[in-house]
């Protein structure tokens, strides 16, 4: 079926980050969150709340 909506938010996510040139750590800074969550998004291991998605955006 391709890839699943984590995995497809993830990669969005990180595109946009990289687009930026923010780091991960920066990424989360800014979002006021963890950086490590930030990397489980990005590799599609966790399924952010609606909350945590719009502090991303």
Not at 4 to 13: A, N, P, V
Not at 16 to 43: C, F, M, N, P, Q
Request: glycine fraction near 8%; avoid cysteine.
């Amino acid at each position: 079926m391709g890839v699943d909506i984590q995995q497809r938010l993830g990669l969005t996510i990180r595109r946009l980050r990289e687009a930026k040139g923010w780091s991960r750590e920066d990424d989360a800074d800014r979002a006021g969150i963890h950086r490590t969550y930030v990397s489980d998004i990005e590799r599609g291991r966790r399924n952010p709340t609606i909350t945590v998605v719009e502090k991303l955006a």
